[in-house]
């Protein structure tokens, strides 16, 4: 592999990993707040994609804007998805029985109801953007990746601010922290569980968006990222905003590096080995061997 | 978790006070149900009632394996389609290197328990998602490398090739037979030393331990058992069809089915996955053909349905029925006098 290859490949595996952070977040902030596995992720990412393509196609929205639109219409859509439905469920500082399965039907009802609006015919997002590349030198990089990774580092940045300089935000991270500690500290859990998991769904909506303008998709579409994304969440020891961005990197390099010595058809398979070696080699993920550091210090 | 357990406790003390009569009825149940589908064929059915009769059953043994784990273990699996196609392919390959039926499903049975062993280790020393979420993936990544086998066929599948004539009714019985051999299983699980481990790992983990309980070997012990069932009955499955391919034995619709059906009878407990297999084998297909788009649909509506308002399934919801006219029979008889 020659310098120029690699330095290719390295750039090609940091915008993916932008993408694949922005993907995770949103589980994450909905497994930390409730101890809930959005295994529906996969569904919301399908209507993502769906909800920018409409965009596109009928009202001739730009994407990147399209993007922007879904944030707060999945907001709206996960909020109101939590009063119907994910309120009823027992709380529990562990995953339920009943909150994987009602999650799972969800994730059946989004997909099939994605085949009947759509059919299972693929379909993709063709901007001008979409073949343009940038050249430097030796180095080559498609635009559109370049403009999703900034979009998707610009999401992860509000949301930042938001974790740290809100009120709403402080509430979140002393929930992931100790749910019952926080309720004695005056946090309304349920108002806020609420709004995290419409904040969780609507970062899923947008970053199906974003995955939109990369792939093509059909409403079979999110399955594979839903396993990519708890293996980096998994990665980023399951409650840490910053393990999520590590264990981002970590997969989306190994997924691109191997295309030298693996058919790209055993990706799939590549996740789930990754989470086989995490959790036998670090089961508190990255954050955790952090602190076991910490400790042995 | 309280979807199970809230029929369990009280039903145990409920069937102790019963008249004997009706428990001599209770405990005759099931072989009555047992000689009468043995006695089938001897009404001279056609083939198309044997041949549904046969997946009825199959699914009844996947449906009691899933709940031994899922059931009385709580550890929800996304995948048993693995084991189902795993032990098909085995039992595939075992008849056409002219191994003997019964050999080959044990061979099958044997091949679920290694891929039970390798999921379950891993995931199972933790506490949490971990399981659930391996299972999603796990059925996905072995349909890709199944498709990728030149051995087996690859995408475009494996004819299994057996000597001698097709015996539809040899194929009933050997369904039946492990289906039973399930529903014993079961049975004599949930009051076994490893089913109170079980259960008691399910209500509280720490717990259990702390009573020494070994969570792993627990539960990995239940979900070899329940592998090694689901294999069998791939294997079964395999040798009736005569043709396996990786689409159709790895398909997430066979672990959504293998799931769904314990949720919709009654999850944790022994008769609960036999009604829930029955309802869902005879009535599938006729679905399928009604809606040929909508039926995905329809099973996920149906479970986020039933986990919200009858999480006990239909063997609850009748045993609610039967309890309030219970009620109301003691109440008559009260005001009369």
Redesign the interface.
């Known amino acids: 592999m020659s310098a120029a290859d690699f330095s290719n490949l390295l750039i090609a595996a940091l915008l993916l990993a932008g993408v694949y952070a922005a993907m995770s977040v949103g589980m994450t902030i909905i ?1 930390g707040v409730m101890k809930i ?1 959005n ?1 529906a992720h996969a569904g919301f990412l399908m209507l993502g994609a769906y909800f920018v393509y409409e965009l596109y196609e009928r009202g001739g929205i730009d994407p990147l804007l399209g993007t922007l639109l879904a944030f707060p219409a999945f907001l709206l859509a996960g909020i109101g998805l939590h009063r119907t ?1 994910i309120r ?1 469920l ?1 709380v529990s500082d ?5 909150s ?3 999650l ?6 989004l ?3 994605g ?2 609006i759509w059919g299972n015919a693929d379909r993709a997002i063709l901007t001008p953007r979409t073949l343009s590349v940038l050249q430097l030198g030796p180095l080559t990089i498609p635009t559109v990746r370049l403009v999703v990774f900034a979009g998707a580092v610009a999401s992860l940045g509000a949301l930042e601010l938001v974790l740290h300089r809100t009120w709403f935000g402080r509430a979140v991270r002393a929930l992931m922290q100790n749910r019952d500690a926080g309720r004695l500290a005056g946090i309304d859990v349920e108002r806020t569980a609420r709004v995290a998991f419409g904040l969780g769904i609507a970062f899923t909506g947008a970053a199906g968006g974003m995955l939109a303008m990369l792939y093509s998709f059909s409403p079979d579409f999110g ?2 990222f ?2 990519r994304a ?2 980096i969440i ?1 990665l980023g020891g ?1 409650e840490s905003f910053a393990g999520v961005a590590a264990g981002a990197l970590i997969l989306a390099l190994l997924e691109t590096f191997s295309i030298q010595v693996l ?1 790209a ?2 990706q ?2 590549i ?3 990754l ?2 070696v995490a ?2 080699v670090l ?1 508190g993920g990255i954050a955790g061997l952090w602190a076991r550091r910490r400790r042995w210090a | 978790m309280t979807v199970a357990e809230r029929g369990g406790g009280p039903a145990a003390g409920r069937r102790r006070s019963r008249s004997t009569a009706a428990g001599i009825a209770a405990a005759g149940a099931p072989w009555l149900l047992g000689a009468a589908l043995a006695a089938v064929p001897l009404l001279g059915p056609g083939p198309n009632t044997i041949r549904l009769l046969f997946g009825t059953l199959v699914w009844v043994t996947t449906s009691v394996a899933w709940n031994l784990l899922g059931g009385f273990g709580g550890q929800v699996s996304f995948g048993f389609a693995v084991f189902y196609g795993l032990g098909a392919y085995a039992a595939a390959v075992a008849l056409n290197s002219g191994l003997d039926p019964v050999s080959s499903c044990l061979l099958a049975a044997a091949v679920a328990v290694l891929a039970s062993l390798l999921i379950g280790l891993p995931t199972f020393r933790l506490k949490g998602p971990y399981f659930a979420i391996a299972t999603i993936g796990v059925s996905e990544a072995v349909r890709v490398v199944m498709t990728n086998v030149a051995a087996t066929g690859g995408a475009s599948g494996y004819r299994v090739m057996e000597r001698g004539p097709f015996h539809q009714l040899q194929h009933y019985y050997s369904a039946l037979a492990l289906a039973a051999g399930a529903v014993g299983v079961s049975i004599l699980l949930r009051r076994s030393r490893l089913g109170l481990a079980l259960v008691a790992v399910r209500e509280d983990e720490e717990a259990a331990a702390d009573l020494g309980v070994n969570p792993l070997r627990t539960k990995l012990l239940a979900h070899a058992v329940a592998a090694a069932l689901t294999g069998a009955a791939g294997g079964l499955h395999a040798r009736y069809a005569a043709y396996v391919n990786p689409q159709g034995e790895f398909a997430f619709a066979i672990s959504v089915a293998i799931l769904l059906m314990p949720i919709i009878g009654g999850v944790g407990r022994i008769w609960g996955p036999v009604v829930g297999a029955c309802i869902y084998g005879l009535v599938h297909d006729e679905i399928v053909a009604a809606f040929p788009e909508l039926h995905l649909l329809i099973y996920g509506s149906l479970l986020i349905l039933i986990v919200l308002f009858e999480p006990a399934g239909v063997v609850g919801l009748l045993d609610r029925w039967w309890r309030a006219l219970g009620r109301r029979g003691r109440m008559r008889a009260a005001a009369a006098p």
């Not at chain 1, 562990?94 to 009943?98: D, F, K, V, Y």
């Not at chain 1, 799972?104 to 009802?109: K, T």
């Open positions: 497994y596995v295994l439905l009823r027992p562990q995953p339920t029985l009943a994987l399965l009602l799972f039907g969800l994730w059946l009802v997909q099939n109801l085949y009947l399955a594979p839903l396993l708890f293996v998994v399951l058919p058809s055993y799939p398979v996740a789930f080995s989470l086989v959790l036998v089961p």
